[in-house]
Each structure stands twice: as C-alpha cells, then as structure tokens.
C-alpha cells in the first residue's frame, strides 16, 4: 500500500513538473524568442503603439530622437542574431491588435533602420510607408512584411523600428490608437 502511495505521488509531481515546464516554455514572454536558427532580443518590448495625440511629420518621425520625441514616436529596438552553422533568410513583420476606437492605416507611419542609422531596403526612399501600403502576409491574418533578409552563421543585426500619426491625420476629440507586435521569423 505504502508504495502504490509513493508511486502516485511520484506520478503526480512528474506531472507537475511536466506542466510546469510546458507553461514556462510556451506562455512566459520574456521579451526573447529562440527559433531553430536564430535569437531576436527585444530590448523592452515587442508592441508599438501610437495614439491620435499629434501627428508628426515624416521628416521628424525619420530623423528624431526617439528620446525627445517619446510622446508622438513609439519605438523598439531588437536584435536577430543566426545561431546557425548556415545563411538564415529571415523576414521582420508586424501583426496589428484590434482596438474599438482605432486611427486608420493609412495615417500610421513606420521607419526601420539599422543602429548605425542606415535605412534598409524598403524604407531608404523619401516615401514613408503606412501602415496599409505595407505587404499583407499571405499566411498571418493581420500581419504586413517590413523587411526581409540574410544572416551568416554567427552574424547578428541590431534593429530600430519608430512609428507615428501621420501629419495628413485630423486629430479629433476621440482617443484612439493604433497597435501592433513586432515579430521574426525564419524563411
């Protein structure tokens, strides 16, 4: 009897434990995640959000400081790096959250550029594209391409991601706001 006890409180600390590991690597967010090939760290967070406060210009939202301008820019730094023997062919997208009162893709800017302030392909024009001139992802519902791109083994990429309201937006009385998570994925 004592070890048909025992083996069942052996059982269910296995259990426990099984579940307690599934949670831990499934659910906790802890601003990393470690796909096959590579490791992307966000330095805070993985959402931008912006609200109809002011709009900017796309000249500042381009050239300011996220710092100085922190009321009417959101922005995220991350790193991809390839923890592969081989090139990894990645692509930075962006997936939107619904919101009730929501100001409209076309007045939501964006801006990526590498840490040495290098626009990367896709945003090295004087057009700054919206959010809905970006590509739709075929196989995420809400989601738009940023950039894509190759890592050699070992390389790593540091990023800076700014979005903000548009100046062509009308500010109304109405809060509302525009919402996305930043997201990495092999090719």
Not at 8 to 13: A, D, E, P, Q, R
């Given at each position: 009897m004592k070890q048909i006890v025992l083996?069942?409180?052996?059982?269910?600390?296995i259990i426990f434990l099984f579940l307690f590991l599934l949670f831990h690597f499934v659910f906790d967010k802890n601003n990393s995640?470690?796909?096959s090939a590579l490791f992307i760290q966000f330095n805070n967070?993985?959402?931008l959000e912006v609200t109809n406060k002011l709009p900017?210009?796309?000249e500042l939202g381009k050239n300011g400081e996220c710092e100085g301008l922190s009321d009417f820019i959101d922005c995220i730094n991350f790193s991809i790096k390839n923890i592969s023997s081989e090139m990894v062919s990645y692509e930075i997208y962006i997936t939107k959250e619904y919101s009730k009162s929501e100001i409209k893709g076309d007045y939501?800017?964006?801006y990526l550029h590498d840490d040495m302030n290098n626009s990367l392909k896709g945003f090295d024009s004087n057009i700054i594209p919206s959010y809905n001139s970006l590509l739709s992802l075929n196989d995420k519902p809400y989601s738009k391409l940023l950039y894509s791109g190759t890592l050699s083994s070992e390389e790593k990429?540091?990023?800076i991601l700014k979005t903000?309201?548009?100046d062509s937006y009308?500010?109304?009385d109405n809060l509302e706001k525009f919402r996305v998570n930043v997201n990495v994925r092999t090719k």
């Open positions: 083996k069942i409180i052996f059982s269910l600390f995640i470690d796909s967070d993985d959402v900017l210009s796309d939501i800017n964006f990429k540091n990023f903000w309201v548009s009308t500010i109304s």
